[in-house]
């Protein structure tokens, strides 16, 4: 099950396909869309990674044979260790791969402060929470730094000041859909590719927020720890 919430509280709980249908939702998405990369930007990319595998090639070749046989033992040592290991169990829920630790910004607080808050505790983005605790919104560092979002005079020390002393509430991804603890992690992750967005807040049947499952997370899950349940 997902939620949609927003300043007025709860608009929606139900099954992922009508929290994409819903046109608040829409709305916001198509604010936080993220330009696509340029073909040039693509062409750049490849010429760079072009020129990293030619140094890696070289650099393999001064290696000799002992290069792939090394690495051949170190994967079989692997394989032993963890065959002795305990078994894992496949992650298939939100709430056993979200972050606990809840960092959150008042409503109340400027984007000067959200940005701090952000800076602090060294994470890309934060629900954004009400007098009472409850889930109104979402505030990331990328669209603390999108374009539209500038001062019109970059230079202008007053400018930037002006700016960052407005209320986060004018920045904020509101509605926001959020998961609950036992949503599938499969449609959480189509979730945030559908919408962009870059986590989802976890919330309770009763609202109250528990945890945050961002796109880190994710990544994170699928290098160290047991299988991720996304493709059944």
């Known amino acids: 099950m997902f939620s949609v919430y927003g300043i007025q509280g709860r608009l929606y709980n139900g099954p992922l396909e009508q929290v994409r249908q819903l046109a608040e939702v829409q709305a916001v998405a198509r ?6 990369i340029g073909r040039d930007e693509v062409e750049s990319v490849a010429v760079s990674l072009s020129r990293r595998e030619g140094e890696a090639g070289a650099h393999a070749g001064l290696l000799g044979e002992s290069g792939p046989r090394q690495a051949l033992a170190a994967y079989a040592q692997a394989q032993q260790g963890a065959s002795a290991a305990a078994p894992r169990h496949v992650i298939a829920r939100v709430g056993e791969l979200m972050s606990r630790k809840l960092v959150t910004v008042p409503v109340t607080a400027t984007l000067r402060e959200a940005w701090g808050v952000l800076a602090q505790a060294g994470i ?14 979402l505030v990331g560092r990328s669209a603390l730094m999108r374009e539209e979002m500038m001062p019109a ?14 209320p986060v509430s004018e920045l904020m991804w509101s509605p926001v859909p959020a998961a609950q603890p036992d ?3 499969r449609e959480a992750a189509q979730l945030m590719l559908d919408l962009q967005l870059p ?4 919330l309770s049947d009763e609202g109250r927020l528990l945890g945050f499952l961002s ?12 299988p991720l349940d996304l493709w059944s």
């Open 215 to 226: 796109r880190t997370d994710l990544l994170r899950a699928m290098t160290r720890e047991a």
């Open 199 to 202: 986590g989802l807040p976890v």
């Open 183 to 185: 949503s599938p992690l």
């Open 124 to 137: 890309g983005q934060a629900p954004v929470v009400g007098e009472q605790g409850q889930l109104v919104g």
């Open 31 to 36: 604010l936080r869309a993220v330009a696509p």
């Open 153 to 166: 005079d970059l230079p202008s020390a007053l400018a930037w000041s002006a700016r960052l002393a407005q």
